[in-house]
């Protein structure tokens, strides 16, 4: 079974950084993707980066140009550098992992952003 574990949350003040990391283990393939959602209060959940096996990369338009995706594909692990940060950026923010030929998708358990003075 997959367990995806996720670090470097935390309270950042507006227009400070972040760096989320998430480490997969269990697969029996590696993936087709990895990546994060993120969730606010109130509102759905929404794709904020994913980067491919073959490194190509998308990212939500609310976070293009300030957020930037990487992985290690070797470890099955992603980061998430986040700079500009702004109160909406306040969520929980979910790992992903997609399963190459399926496309099923396991989540980690979240981790709480919040940004704020």
């Known amino acids: 079974q997959v367990q995806l574990v996720e670090s470097g949350g935390g309270l950042v003040q507006p227009g400070g950084s972040l760096r989320l990391s998430c480490s997969a283990s269990?697969?029996?393939?590696?993936?087709?993707?990895m990546g994060w959602y993120r969730q606010a209060p109130g509102k759905a959940r929404e794709l904020v980066a994913a980067?491919?096996?073959?490194?190509?990369?998308n990212y939500g338009a609310s976070v293009q140009g300030r957020f930037r995706i990487s992985g290690d594909n070797a470890k099955e692990t992603v980061y998430l550098q986040m700079n500009s940060l702004t109160p909406e950026d306040t969520a929980v923010y979910y790992c992903?992992?997609?399963?190459?030929?399926?496309?099923?998708?396991?989540w980690g358990r979240g981790t709480q952003v919040t940004v704020s003075s």
């Open positions: 992903h992992r997609v399963r190459a030929g399926t496309g099923h998708i396991d």
């Open positions: 980067v491919r096996n073959d490194g190509t990369t």
């Open positions: 269990g697969g029996s393939f590696s993936p087709y993707a």
